[in-house]
């Protein structure tokens, strides 16, 4: 069959037994096993899964693995969605109400004699007194600060250096996945949302690509997290799932012999450039408390900037 797709559809099955349920997800292998030369030697190779066409992908969660199929196909994968706060109520800032149209009253009409309609007689006009005085409008008020976005404190000018030190960042993607990254377009979040599972559901996604080579989706990964960064505004209910997003990972990354890993250094990139709104924060704290590989790499970006700012 001609056809990229008919290579898909035509090619051999291959069974995936995924999350810890080790529910079975048949595909068919061509699609993946084109992702990187470690999957297709998982399936197509002298290993025993290819022998057997199933693999046992119990530490991946199901939701990944419908990603990874997912941008098998079409070099693209949908994001999760933020959750809805079960504390926080609705913002519905910004919503516009539908007016609601009053019906016209029908207007009479008397039958005379016979059926014929005879018109009513008109109504005398009222006489119209003089007009009142337009009333000043007041003027609009100026928008005030949100009081759930954690204040941004400048403690000296290297702290304001380090503000814009995430904006700098890029990501280089492949040529073939670049349209695909400029469709992109988060969507600035709200108060009332937790971006944790979204935060980690791109992570988790990192992680398996990065564990089979798959250089392609990382760089694509890499480039959503960042779009999505760039646009989140740091809420006091918020801070949690940053902190839990570079705890994840930095529990279920590498650290790399040459520099630091690209996902711990767009997650540590991030939270340095925040530094003026989480310095004082309980839970930033304790990602230090807790010691680790973060604390280094994230001493190396502020004495970086630091350098950078007073050279």
């Given at each position: 069959?001609?056809?990229?797709?008919?290579?898909?559809?035509?090619?051999?099955?291959?069974?995936?037994?995924?999350?810890?349920?080790?529910?079975?997800?048949?595909?068919?292998?061509?699609?993946?096993?084109?992702?990187?030369?470690?999957?297709?030697?998982?399936?197509?190779?002298?290993?025993?899964?290819?022998?057997?066409?199933?693999?046992?992908?119990s530490d991946v969660d199901e939701d990944t693995f419908v990603r990874l199929c997912e941008?098998?196909?079409?070099?693209?994968?949908?994001?999760?969605?933020?959750?809805?706060?079960?504390d926080c109520p609705v913002d519905l800032e910004g919503t516009q109400r539908v007016p609601?149209?009053?019906?016209?009253?029908?207007?009479k009409v008397s039958v005379g004699f016979g059926g014929w309609p005879v018109e009513a007689?008109?109504?005398?006009?009222?006489?119209?007194?003089?007009?009142?005085?337009?009333?000043?409008?007041?003027?609009?008020?100026?928008?005030?600060?949100?009081?759930?976005?954690?204040?941004?404190?400048?403690?000296?000018?290297?702290?304001?250096?380090?503000?814009?030190?995430?904006?700098?960042?890029?990501?280089?993607?492949?040529?073939?996945?670049?349209?695909?990254?400029?469709?992109?377009?988060?969507?600035?979040?709200?108060?009332?949302?937790?971006?944790?599972?979204?935060?980690?559901?791109?992570?988790?996604?990192?992680?398996?690509?990065?564990?089979?080579?798959?250089?392609?989706?990382?760089?694509?990964?890499?480039?959503?997290?960042?779009?999505?960064?760039?646009?989140?505004?740091?809420?006091?209910?918020?801070?949690?799932?940053?902190?839990?997003?570079?705890?994840?990972?930095?529990?279920?990354?590498?650290?790399?012999?040459?520099?630091?890993?690209?996902?711990?250094?767009?997650?540590?990139?991030?939270?340095?450039?925040?530094?003026?709104?989480?310095?004082?924060?309980?839970?930033?704290?304790?990602?230090?408390?807790?010691?680790?590989?973060?604390?280094?790499?994230?001493?190396?970006?502020?004495?970086?900037?630091?350098?950078?700012?007073?050279?």
């Amino acid at each position: 069959m001609e056809g990229t797709f008919g290579s898909y559809i035509t090619s051999p099955l291959f069974t995936f037994q995924i999350g810890p349920e080790k529910r079975e997800f048949t595909v068919h292998s061509c699609p993946v096993s084109n992702l990187s030369s470690s999957l297709d030697s998982l399936m197509n190779g002298a290993m025993i899964e290819a022998k057997t066409r199933r693999v046992d992908w119990s530490d991946v969660d199901e939701d990944t693995f419908v990603r990874l199929c997912e941008y098998a196909y079409l070099h693209d994968y949908t994001p999760p969605s933020p959750h809805q706060m079960a504390d926080c109520p609705v913002d519905l800032e910004g919503t516009q109400r539908v007016p609601i149209k009053k019906r016209k009253k029908s207007k009479k009409v008397s039958v005379g004699f016979g059926g014929w309609p005879v018109e009513a007689e008109p109504v005398p006009e009222p006489e119209l007194g003089p007009e009142p005085e337009p009333e000043l409008e007041p003027e609009p008020e100026k928008p005030q600060a949100d009081e759930d976005e954690l204040p941004y404190k400048e403690k000296s000018i290297w702290t304001r250096h380090l503000r814009d030190s995430f904006s700098r960042l890029t990501i280089d993607v492949p040529h073939n996945d670049k349209q695909v990254k400029d469709r992109f377009s988060s969507n600035p979040n709200r108060k009332d949302q937790d971006f944790t599972p979204v935060f980690l559901g791109h992570a988790r996604l990192f992680v398996l690509a990065d564990k089979y080579g798959i250089e392609s989706l990382c760089q694509l990964v890499l480039s959503k997290v960042s779009q999505t960064l760039k646009v989140f505004t740091l809420y006091h209910q918020s801070v949690a799932g940053v902190i839990e997003f570079a705890r994840f990972v930095y529990s279920e990354t590498l650290r790399h012999a040459h520099g630091i890993g690209a996902l711990r250094n767009l997650a540590t990139s991030y939270i340095v450039s925040a530094l003026g709104q989480l310095g004082d924060n309980q839970d930033f704290e304790k990602l230090l408390e807790e010691g680790g590989d973060f604390v280094a790499d994230f001493w190396r970006a502020v004495w970086k900037a630091d350098g950078a700012c007073t050279s």
